[in-house]
């Protein structure tokens, strides 16, 4: 086994996984921004007297985007751990496929908890409608 | 176990002894802030919708407490084997995502829609409240009026009408509470905040500041009177009138004397030449159920001791003590300010 695992031969494999290893914090990142937004907006907005009513929607929309966003990345992350054609939920061995599989599992994830934040934030702006 | 046989002497008196006190404890806070001033104490609508949630999350706290529990002891001491992938992961997703998701997301949406209600607009009757260190500032604006009739440290609502209060502080955030009557709303200087009230009850129940403002914060507290609409048509009439002359000798030497002492300086006494706008309106003070914003009681000997004492009983408050003045004094200001009716 350790012969197999020369620090070139995994330095190399490492790098095949950084995109995917980037890729897990989009959907986190796309929930953090999207918190940004509705927060800093409608704070400045309410602020600054700009009509509610389209910051509001224009916020509703941002956050449609958002979940498409975050849901696309899901869907990918999803395709990447693949569960169903390999037929194995869990990747723990320490090889190039199992990692690579194991990435997507945990985007996957990520995704479904950016993706119920996102929801979580946007309910008071379909429940709320004024600045008070 | 180990702690057990380590130190048996504390485990056995500590344990139930530790326990009857905690009830105690319970018991006695409980019956303290029993009716006067607390959330658990409905007296208007709004309160009962945050009782209601109340009582909705401990319950589903009870349950989930006790399912966890549950669970836990199975795991450990009645199952405590392996189990079967196959019935772990559905347990883990329903249990562990699935479950918490959908009851927050229902706690979430339930308490959202109940957050208008409690801004709802007033049905005629408007109170302007400010924060001040550390007293509150109240003018009433009833439908229509084109100046407000000004009191302090007292608020008195018509009963199965919605008031409004429009909110505002001075120099540093405060907090208008009234816990048996709805929830609370932050004031902060130079910013109007807003909350409506419709008790359901008749009834004194009392408010507090809520938010650290300060030395005497935990003195800055009022009392709320609940009156039938008449009553209250009747009081705000009352209210609005000039102050009463002081009737007797002791109540015109008193007069006399908050002239000369220059209370008039920071206080009103509307009819009268005292104008002063740095501490409550001292109009009607004599039919006040406390004073110094929840801090005494307002007998004679009230009267008396807050004007000698006022730092000792209110640190750092914003009005000398007179301490200079006799005895005979004190009681003078007083029957004048408790003729102030
Ligand atoms: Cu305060």
Known sequence: MTDRHTPEKDSAEFAAEAGSLWRITFAPATWAGHFLLCYTLFATGCAKGWPVGTVRHGLIGMSVLALAVIALIGWRAYAQWSPRSTGRIVNPRGDAEDRHHFLGHAGFLLAVISFIGVVFVTLPLLLLEGCR | ?341
């Open chain 2, 1 to 341: 176990m180990t702690a057990m046989s380590r130190d048996p002497v504390t485990i056995g008196r500590g344990g139930p002894s530790r326990a009857i006190f905690a009830v105690f404890l319970l018991c006695t806070t409980l019956s303290a802030c029993g009716d006067r001033q607390s959330t658990l104490n409905v007296a208007g609508e709004d309160a009962a919708a945050i009782a209601t949630l109340f009582w909705v999350m401990l319950a589903g706290a009870v349950v989930l407490w006790l399912g966890m529990n549950g669970l836990f002891f199975y795991l450990s001491r009645v199952a405590p084997g392996a189990f079967p992938d196959r019935l772990v992961r559905p347990l883990l997703i329903g249990g562990g995502i699935v479950l918490p998701t959908v009851i927050l997301a229902t706690l979430l949406v339930w308490s959202l829609t109940m957050l208008p209600d409690q801004r709802a607009p007033d049905d005629g009757l408007r109170v302007k409240v400010t924060g001040e260190q550390w007293w509150w500032r109240v003018e009433y604006w009833p439908k229509g009026a084109e100046a407000p009739v000004v009191t302090a440290n007292e608020i008195r609502l018509p009963v199965g009408s919605r008031t409004g209060f429009e909110l505002d502080a001075h120099k540093v955030i405060h907090s208008f509470w009234i816990p048996a009557l709805g929830g609370k709303m932050d004031m902060f200087p130079g910013r109007t905040t807003y909350v409506s009230l419709r008790p359901e009850k008749t009834g004194t129940f009392r408010g507090q500041c809520a938010e650290f403002c300060g030395a005497s914060h935990a003195w800055m507290a009022f009392e709320t009177v609940v009156l039938p609409p008449d009553d209250f048509e009747a009081w705000l009439a009352a209210e609005a009138r000039d102050a009463t002359p002081p009737e007797g000798d002791a109540a015109r030497r008193g007069a006399a004397l908050f002239a000369a002492e220059g209370c008039g300086a920071c206080h009103t006494v509307r009819g009268t030449e005292a104008v002063g706008q740095v501490g409550p309106d001292l109009t009607h003070v004599g039919s006040r159920l406390t004073l110094g914003a929840g801090r005494i009681g307002a007998t004679l000997d009230d009267f008396a001791a807050w004007v000698e004492h006022t730092g000792a009983l209110k640190p750092e408050v914003k009005m000398p003590a007179y301490d200079h003045l006799s005895d005979g004094q004190l009681a003078d200001l007083a029957a004048y300010l408790k003729g102030l009716e």
